[in-house]
């Protein structure tokens, strides 16, 4: 059984995350701006669900919340940052205050949940940080820059944190979901075929969170497809981003 926070549960890849960590017999605190959607998994699964109303740009409300996690936990095992801002514009439509925003959530969200765990990291010698990315903050994407720049932020950070704290004991990892049907992908211009049931995901995930690897996925398919966008970066962005303007021009005449 392990001790799990969750930063964007209360939806999407998060909620159904949480829901299989519950499942496993882990338990799970979970910050997000809502909890209406957690209602019932604390009815089902009583007194191992903390669901915590926290912003996660208020870096003195995170630390307060890790802090009080931490006393009901006594130990964190793994704090997965996984709550986002997603915009799609061009950079042109793009006005400075959205990049600001969205770095504010993915990247800096990330680096607060860091700040407020790591303490409490090193003083029990062990522990896991997980940041979820995504494939175009390392291939690129038309139209996605804010976004894509964040997670391609939120990549590094993971390296340098992992090289900073791999001889305490506590290692730093990326989440590599797929595009997937959620709240947050809703406007991105692909048909809703072509994403992922985010139950599919956040199950898969959850059950992958303890991989060794720095990069984790759902599947086997979605690693090796991830392992194609670091090795071929520019290559699979013009694709994926021509792909989608094919599919968006198909979808207007039809």
Not at 68 to 78: E, N, V, Y
Not at 145 to 169: I, N, T
Not at 174 to 193: D, Q, Y
Request: hydrophobic content about 40%; proline content about 4%; some cysteine.
């Amino acid at each position: 059984m392990a001790n799990i926070i969750l930063t964007g549960g209360n939806q999407g890849i998060g909620y159904f995350m949480a829901e299989k960590f519950l499942q496993n017999g882990d338990c799970v605190a979970v910050l997000d701006l809502e909890n209406d959607n957690l209602r019932e998994l604390k009815k089902e699964y009583p007194g191992r669900l903390l669901d915590c109303i926290c912003d996660m740009r208020d870096a003195g409300g995170v630390v307060e919340t890790v802090n009080r996690i931490a006393a009901s936990f006594h130990i964190i095992d793994i704090a997965i940052h996984n709550a986002c801002r997603c915009t799609f514009d061009s950079m042109a439509d793009t006005a400075d205050e959205i990049y600001q925003e969205v770095f504010d959530v993915n990247y800096f969200g990330a680096l607060r949940l860091s700040r407020a765990v790591l303490p409490h990291m090193r003083a029990q010698h062990c522990g896991r940080v997980v940041f979820t990315s995504s494939s175009v903050g390392v291939m690129g994407f038309a139209n996605i820059s804010p976004y894509a720049s964040s997670k391609g932020a939120v990549e590094a950070l993971a390296k340098c944190l992992s090289l900073e704290y791999e001889k305490e004991g506590i290692t730093f990892h990326i989440l590599h979901p797929p595009l997937t049907r959620t709240k947050s992908s809703a406007p991105f211009p692909f048909p809703a075929e072509y994403k992922a049931d985010p139950k599919t995901v956040g199950y898969g995930l959850a059950e992958n969170i303890n991989g060794k690897g720095f990069v984790i996925c759902h599947s086997f398919l979605q690693k090796v497809q991830t392992e194609l966008c670091y090795l071929f970066s520019l290559r699979m962005g013009r694709l994926m981003s021509g792909k989608m303007a094919a599919l968006s021009g198909r979808e207007g005449n039809t």
